[in-house]
């Protein structure tokens, strides 16, 4: 089996979507309370640690965000997308291929996670892992549901280094396209928990678990696999 790189990429205020949103402490603040008591907890409870975890930021908001994340239970780095690819560009040289996992900095995956992608024994064609399987959990309500996306924004792009160190990158236009423009293979456990809460767009539930006397136990079977 190929030796594999896995590097988690987690955007935290580099999406783009409002600058003056990402820049703004507040929101920051209330976005490292998130990712340190979900997104970092999911990490840190992995079965298989053989992981980098790359924290994406605004070279203005570095040392703001360094100062107010720390989290001793796992390692990361916190950079900006550039330094990110320039680590990743120095020590592929050590493995066969490169997993670049997205994970949003309020969402989280299965404990099991890194050690079903690193047991998957993908063909060389491939170019893009899906997760298309996983729960959402409404926080407002405290609900949480199965949901399963053809193209979701849980995915891993699948790189040869030799080529990666070369400058190969994949140039696509959003997690929906990944499907329609990348050679994909979909896993089809349930490997992610997506946060749903007042910082997010309203996103539509689908099924829901029928019997609310039964939900407690079920949330609570469901969290322990993420590690909350």
Known sequence: ????????????????????????????MARLEIMKNYTSKSLANQSDMNFDWHILVR?????????????PVIDYKICTPEESDDYINRVSDLYDDLILIRLNSDDCYQKDFIKTVMAFDYTEE????????????????????E??????????????????????????????????????????????LWL??????????GSEYPDPKEFKQVRKTILTQFGI
Not at 12 to 28: C, H
Request: contains cysteine; aromatic residues 16%.
């Open 1 to 28: 089996m190929k030796k594999k790189q896995i590097v988690i990429i987690t955007p935290l205020n580099t999406m783009g979507f409002s600058y003056s949103r990402e820049v703004d402490t507040n929101w920051l």
């Open 59 to 71: 070279e203005e908001t570095k040392t703001f965000i360094r100062q107010n994340f720390d989290n």
């Open 126 to 145: 491939k170019e893009a892992l899906v997760f298309q399987n996983g729960y959402m959990w409404y926080q407002d309500e405290d609900v949480i549901v």
């Open 147 to 192: 949901r399963n996306f053809a193209s979701p924004p849980f995915y891993g792009f699948i790189y040869r280094t030799a080529d990666y160190r070369n400058g190969k990158r994949y140039d696509v236009a959003g997690h929906n396209h990944i499907r329609k423009e990348l050679k994909t293979h979909a896993l089809r456990e349930f490997l992610w």
């Open 196 to 205: 749903v809460h007042k910082d997010c767009n309203k996103i539509l539930r």
